[in-house]
Each structure stands twice: as structure tokens, then as C-alpha cells.
């Protein structure tokens, strides 16, 4: 029984492959583009210096009376939400000094920046009695933090518009009918699918991990085991939900139109480009929902901040959970003809 | 007389604006090929669907060898669709042997190679075969189980006449290895000589079943004559003879080939044109359903 199961599963996954590896085109495009993003990204935005001082400050906006520093020139003062907040940035160099004004001014510096040596130094010229609390950390340029962006949005489309057309197209050619003759199970040709598509995903974000990460030299701060997990479970979760889409329907424009429909608001919305710390609750609620925000917020947990398993667990029994959720209801509301 | 391989015991398939299958019970002796004619739109794609399982009935059920279609049918079926695409980007072999994994017996897929002529062909991308290559390929991967039932709907549409005649010397070396067939088409020629037993359907019914001669036997102790429409006036029409219209012609049936020469002479109908011929299959169907059967 099992054997058979098995024995099956294998004969569809490893056609599957095939017909992936062999449509040369889709293979090509599927490693350009993530290449050619990155690149164009890393010269528009990973320059080393930026023409100001950038300096958080710990309110909901800057008022300029407030403290006399903060009508210094060629500073650029922006309004922080959270303490928490603020210090990664400072840790990570994405601003220079983090200042809070309530009460005796307090601020956080981060020893290891040269433009956070010279901040300093115009803040005490203008509160020398302010309170320092040092931090540490290496500079998180942009491209770094677009580095996983762009392994989850390739991953993104791999997983829902690779599998939603492939199903479709299977199911308009009458591929599926012909499958619903043998004694092939729908569990059992959609496990092989996801596992087919899990595979190249792998191997693809794999590649664009080790080329990319080469060529604007990144390095993990955290384990790479625990990135394999979590582009594991994003991918199946990803995937089943692309097997969801088009589990039922077999026209095309409305598959399409679906999968326009999740992927744009995770495009924007899950932190692809920028972080969304700091944007309203019910943006950041909605964000929440999609499978991606999740996979970007793990990974870059253990890429920028090397985050361990206990850290970002939340995100992994999400992920997990709805992979296996997206993957019933697929399975349960499959549909083999094309009507 | 044997347990029937598959019976089917008063289908029935409801669509919202037709009934395509209505109230059909029918069974299948094994070993033999099985014919299921008519013409388009008579409901007999739907009943071979139903039949192969991948169909729901509304009501009714199909058995085969006397219990409910289950993992056993799908195991021991082969099925050739009539239009059935296959993955892109795998060749002949890779299609043959993907489809061989889902069973756990069958052919080896050299010998089904073997068995459909597709050895010169084996390293071919599946997508670059001519029509009756493709389906020599599908009637490959319909036998890598070596099934003990295959169906095989409408299998020569669309093929030209060498392609057609090639396809039925493969379907008759089946025949020959006792397997069982059930065969939908509309070309009486092909269910004339491949067929043991027909059943010609029509509105979802069966209207006649038995061996082909014995139907033609049955209904016809005649001999047809056939005339151009135009050689047919309209006055004519009122003679006491049987008539059958198709699409170019009048068809007439007679066991009395004197009397209705002199009543079509009488009425000076012109005979030049005229063809004598003992009835065949489309004779047998035309006077079940009063239908041209290509229509």
C-alpha cells in the first residue's frame, strides 16, 4: 500500500522535474531576474555614504522647539515610535544617534560608527549633560536588508504562479483527467507537486543565496540550518496556497486575477522592500496574514540580527500551520476536470 | 454463460438542461470487443465516462467483475481518451514510463514500445508526433498496466485513413491477446470490423444491441437502394416505399427489389444514377434513429 503510494508519488514528482529543468526559458528567467533585481538594487541603494546625518528621535513628530539640537543643519531628524525600535536601528546603522528628549535627554550611540563619533560630539555641544548608552553593532546597508526581500519574492512567485498555472494548464489540457484514470490520489498527485516545486525552489533560492550573497558579500549573522527551515516552511506554505487558488477553478483569467490579488498586497505589504515598523496597526495586522511577511521577518531575524530557533518560532508554526491548512483545503476542494 | 467484466444497471446522467444518459443498463462479456455507436451528442462519451469511473452518474451503477468501480478497477483499466494531452518537455519513453509508476503491475515499457510501434520514436518529444502517432503513444500508456479492460473512445477521429487502418491492426493484435474492449465511435466501418457486439445509443437510450450481423440480420432482410437527392422528385415521396433521407441521398429499403423498381419507374423516377447494395451499419442506425451519423 505505502509502496505504492510512494511509488506513484515519485513517478509524478519526477516527471514534473523533468519538464521543469527542460523548459529552458522558464528555468533562465527564474534565476535572472532575482540576479538582475539585486544588482540593480545594490547600485541604486547600497552607495556607503548618505549626504546627511540621520538622527532618531523618540516621538510621534519632530518638533524643532523642543531642544536646540534639533535645529542643527545637515541633520535629519525622524520621529521613532519605540524605544526597542530605535536601537536596532542605531545597532544596525540605519541612523546615526537615537535621542530621547523626556525628562534628562538621553542617548543611544552606537561605538562602532564613525558618523555616530560625530553626532555625538554635536549633541554634546549643544546637551552636554545628556545620559550615553552605547551600543554596538555593524551597519546594515540597504542591500542587506533587501537580500532576503528579494529570496522571498522570487520565492513568492515561484511558489503561486508555478504551481496555480502548472495545475491549471494540466487541468485544461485534459493532463488531469487522463491522471484521474489511474489510481492516482488528488493527496497524492498535489503532495507530489508541492515537493516538486519545494525542490527547485530550494535549489534555485539556494543558488541565488550563494551568487547574490557573493557579490555584495553577505554573511549570515545567524544559522544558515535555520534559514533552510523557514525557506522550507515558507514554501510550503506559499505553494499550498498557490495549489489552493487552483485546486477548483480552470479558467485563467480568474486564476490570474487571484494570484494578482495575494501577490501585489504581500509585494507591498510584507516588507519586501522596506520595514514596515512604525506604519499603522491595521497595516501592519494586515501584513501579518500573509505567509511571506513571516518568512521575511524570520529570515531577516537570522541574516541581520542572528536570531535563534526560540526567536522566531512564532513564525515557523505559522507557517507550518498554514501549510498544512492551505494544503486540506486544496486537497479537499481539487478538482481533476476541466468544465 | 460468464460473470459480465463490467455491467451497467440503469444510468442515469442529469445536466442541468439535458438528460445526456437515461436509464442505460448494459453488459460486458469478457474477452470481447465491445461497441458503443452513435451519433454526436447520443450521450456515449458521457456513459463511457461514467463507465471508466472519472464520471459521476446521478443515479445508477456500474460493476466490474461484480463489485463497485474501486482501487482494483483503476489498477486493472486502461483508458484512451479521445483528446488527452501529455506533460511538455518529456519524450515518448519518459511519458510511457511516468505513467507505468502509478500501477503496481504492468508491461515493461520496452515491450509496450514494442507493442505500439513506437520504437523510432521513443526518444521523441512527446509534442512533436504527427496524429496517429500521438495516439499510438496514449494507446501506449492506456496499456502499461497491462489492463484486463480498456476503453478506447473514438479512438480514429481526426486520423487519416492509412493512420486509421494502422491504428485498428494495433487494437486487433490486442484482441488477439483476449483482453477486453469497449470501444465509442461513429465510424460504422471501424465498428464493422472490430466489434463482436455493438450498442447503438441514441438520446441517452440504448436502441438496439447484439452482434453486428445478427442487427443487421434482424432488421434488415433487404437490400438498399440509394439515389442522388435531386434524381428523387417530391411526388415520389408518396409512393409505398421506405424511405430513409440523409444528407445527399434517398435511401430506400426493399425485400421486394422488383415490385419497387416498377412503383419507382412508374413514377418515372430517373434510375440512371441508381446503386444497389445490401445494408451495413449506418443502414442499421439510420433506421434506428433517423439520423445521419457524421451529421
Not at chain 1, 531576474?33 to 556607503?48: E, H, I, N
Not at chain 1, 522596506?274 to 497595516?283: D, I
Not at chain 1, 498544512?324 to 483545503?329: D, E, G, I, N, S
Amino acid at each position: 500500500m505505502m509502496a505504492g503510494v510512494t511509488q506513484r508519488l515519485r513517478a509524478v514528482w519526477h516527471a514534473r522535474n523533468l519538464e521543469f529543468v527542460r523548459d529552458r526559458s522558464t528555468l533562465l528567467f527564474t534565476l535572472l531576474l532575482p540576479l538582475m533585481l539585486v544588482v540593480a538594487m545594490g547600485f541604486m541603494f547600497g552607495g556607503k555614504d548618505r549626504p546627511l546625518f540621520k538622527i532618531g528621535v523618540l516621538a510621534t513628530s519632530i518638533d524643532k522647539q523642543a531642544h536646540p539640537f534639533l535645529r542643527e543643519r545637515y541633520v535629519e531628524f525622524v520621529p521613532i515610535a519605540s524605544q526597542a525600535e530605535g536601537i536596532q536601528k542605531v545597532t544596525h546603522q540605519q541612523i546615526d544617534l537615537l535621542l530621547d528628549l523626556h525628562g534628562t535627554p538621553r542617548y543611544w550611540v552606537n561605538t562602532d560608527s564613525p558618523k555616530g563619533y560625530i553626532t555625538e560630539k554635536l549633541l554634546l555641544a549643544s546637551a552636554a549633560g545628556a545620559q550615553r548608552e552605547p551600543v554596538t553593532g555593524a551597519a546594515v546597508r540597504y542591500v542587506d536588508y533587501l537580500f532576503p526581500g528579494i529570496l522571498g519574492m522570487n520565492m513568492m512567485f515561484s511558489c503561486l504562479f508555478g504551481v496555480g498555472y502548472v495545475v491549471l494548464r494540466y487541468r485544461k489540457s485534459g493532463f488531469l483527467k487522463r491522471l484521474h484514470a489511474t489510481p492516482l490520489t488528488a493527496f497524492e498527485f498535489l503532495t507530489a507537486q508541492v515537493l516538486s516545486r519545494l525542490a527547485l525552489i530550494l535549489f534555485v533560492t539556494a543558488v541565488l543565496y550563494a551568487g547574490i550573497g557573493a557579490i555584495i558579500h553577505f554573511h549570515s549573522a545567524g544559522s544558515l540550518l535555520l534559514l533552510l527551515l523557514v525557506a522550507v516552511l515558507g514554501a510550503l506554505s506559499m505553494v499550498a496556497l498557490g495549489l489552493t487558488i487552483a485546486a477548483r477553478f480552470s479558467s485563467e483569467e480568474l486564476v490570474g486575477g487571484l494570484l494578482n490579488l495575494l501577490t501585489w498586497p504581500m509585494m507591498l505589504l510584507s516588507g519586501i522592500w522596506f520595514s514596515l515598523e512604525g506604519s499603522p496597526p491595521w497595516v501592519r495586522w494586515i501584513a501579518g496574514i500573509f505567509p511571506l511577511t513571516h518568512v521575511l521577518d524570520a529570515a531577516r531575524a537570522i541574516m541581520l540580527d542572528g536570531a535563534g530557533m526560540a526567536q522566531i518560532a512564532q513564525h515557523l508554526i505559522y507557517l507550518a500551520v498554514t501549510a498544512v491548512a492551505f494544503l486540506a483545503l486544496g486537497a479537499w476542494s481539487f478538482r481533476w476536470r476541466y468544465d | 454463460m460468464s460473470e459480465p467484466i463490467l455491467e451497467v444497471r440503469n444510468l442515469v446522467k442529469q445536466y442541468p438542461s439535458v438528460k445526456a444518459v437515461d436509464g442505460l443498463s448494459l453488459a460486458v462479456p469478457e474477452g470481447i470487443c465491445f461497441g458503443l455507436l452513435g451519433p454526436n451528442g447520443a450521450g456515449k462519451t458521457t456513459t463511457i465516462e461514467i463507465m471508466e469511473g472519472i464520471l459521476d452518474a446521478t443515479s445508477g451503477e456500474v460493476r466490474y467483475r461484480g463489485a463497485p468501480l474501486d482501487q482494483r478497477f483503476r489498477e486493472e483499466a486502461g483508458i484512451l481518451f479521445q483528446k488527452t494531452a501529455l506533460q511538455d518537455f518529456l519524450t515518448v519513453r519518459q511519458s510511457i514510463t511516468m505513467f507505468r509508476g502509478l500501477y503496481q503491475r504492468g508491461l515493461d515499457v520496452d515491450e509496450v514500445i514494442r507493442l505500439c510501434a513506437l520504437e523510432k520514436l521513443a526518444e521523441r518529444d512527446n509534442r512533436k508526433l504527427s496524429g496517429g502517432q500521438q495516439q499510438r503513444l496514449l494507446l501506449a500508456i492506456a496499456l502499461v498496466n497491462d489492463p484486463a479492460l480498456l476503453f478506447l473512445d473514438e479512438p480514429t477521429t481526426g486520423l487519416d485513413p492509412q493512420a486509421r487502418r494502422n491504428f485498428w491492426e494495433l487494437i486487433q493484435s490486442i484482441k488477439a491477446r483476449k483482453r477486453t474492449l469497449i470501444l465509442t465511435t461513429h465510424y460504422m466501418d471501424e465498428a464493422e470490423l472490430l466489434c463482436d457486439e455493438i450498442a447503438i445509443m441514441d438520446r441517452g437510450r440504448i436502441v438496439a444491441q447484439g452482434p453486428p450481423r445478427r442487427l443487421l440480420h434482424e432488421h434488415f432482410a433487404e437490400v438498399m437502394l440509394e439515389l442522388p437527392k435531386q434524381d428523387f422528385p417530391a411526388s415520389a415521396r408518396n409512393l409505398p416505399l421506405r424511405i430513409i433521407d440523409s444528407v445527399e441521398r434517398v435511401e430506400i429499403t426493399t425485400d421486394d427489389l422488383d415490385t419497387t423498381l416498377r412503383i419507382l419507374l412508374d413514377a418515372q423516377v430517373p434510375l440512371s444514377n441508381l446503386r444497389i447494395r445490401p445494408a451495413n451499419l449506418e443502414d442499421l442506425f439510420l433506421e434506428l434513429t433517423g439520423k445521419e451519423l457524421r451529421a
